[in-house]
Nanobody, 122 residues
Framework: QVQLVESGGGSVQSGGSLRLSCAAS????????MGWFRQAPGKEREGVAS?????TTRYADSVKGRFTISRAKNTLYLRMNSLKPEDTGMYYC??????????????????WGQGTQVTVSS
């Protein structure tokens, strides 16, 4: 049974930093592409960053240069710097088998965590 459990969310002021973690179990982690998605109130869920099974990373234009995705053992990370109020939302970890280069498309991912809330105040 695949489980993805996010942690590390919280409330910060604009310009602050957070590091999200996603603990994965029940899957051969190294063979899966992983991604971070977020959903703001009243908006659709969007891809933020992904890392493929070969280590290739992808970022949404809105977070390039501020966010860094990484993976180690069975954990996915998202380092978020220079946070802005528009980064506020529920952040979800997701996994898909294969996809060496990763993806930012929600439809590509088959496993999802429950989410962790990030709130950035101005």
């Amino acid at each position: 049974q695949v489980q993805l459990v996010e942690s590390g969310g919280g409330s910060v002021q604009s310009g602050g930093s957070l590091r999200l973690s996603c603990a994965a179990s029940g899957l051969p982690f190294d063979n899966y592409a992983m991604g971070w998605f977020r959903q703001a109130p009243g908006k659709e869920r969007e891809g933020v960053a992904s890392i493929g099974s070969n280590g290739t990373t992808r970022y949404a234009d809105s977070v390039k240069g501020r966010f860094t995705i990484s993976r180690a053992k069975n954990t996915l990370y998202l380092r978020m710097n220079s946070l802005k109020p528009e980064d506020t939302g529920m952040y979800y970890c997701a996994a898909i088998y294969g996809y060496c280069s990763g993806s930012l498309r929600e439809i590509d991912f088959g496993y999802w965590g429950q989410g962790t809330q990030v709130t950035v105040s101005s």
